[in-house]
Nanobody, 115 residues
Framework: QVRLVESGGGLVQAGGSLKLSCAAS????????MGWYRQTPGKQRELVAT???????NYGDSVRGRFTISRDNAKNTVYLQMNSLKPEDTAVYYC?????????WGQGTQVTVSS
């Protein structure tokens, strides 16, 4: 059974940094695209960043240049380094993995950026 567990969220001041981690189990994740999405109350979940098995990355417009996604296939872990955080980055951040066409989600981790 595929399981994704996020960690690293918390409270940070504007301009600060956080690094999220997503540990995956139950599948061969080194060959699967993975990504980060975020959601605030009353809004749809939005793309933050994705990364393919080969390391090709894609970012949402609002985070490009500030956030960096990476992965360690040996550890089945994907990371999201978030720099220059803004209050509008406040959200629940979710990890996902596309395992042979089936999308799996983690439980989410809260990131709160104070002004």
């Amino acid at each position: 059974q595929v399981r994704l567990v996020e960690s690293g969220g918390g409270l940070v001041q504007a301009g600060g940094s956080l690094k999220l981690s997503c540990a995956a189990s139950g599948g061969v994740f080194s060959i699967n695209p993975m990504g980060w999405y975020r959601q605030t109350p009353g809004k749809q979940r939005e793309l933050v960043a994705t990364i393919t098995s080969g390391g090709t990355t894609n970012y949402g417009d609002s985070v490009r240049g500030r956030f960096t996604i990476s992965r360690d296939n040996a550890k089945n872990t994907v990371y999201l380094q978030m720099n220059s955080l803004k209050p509008e980055d406040t959200a629940v951040y979710y990890c996902n993995a596309n395992v042979f066409g089936v999308i799996h989600w983690g439980q989410g981790t809260q990131v709160t950026v104070s002004s």
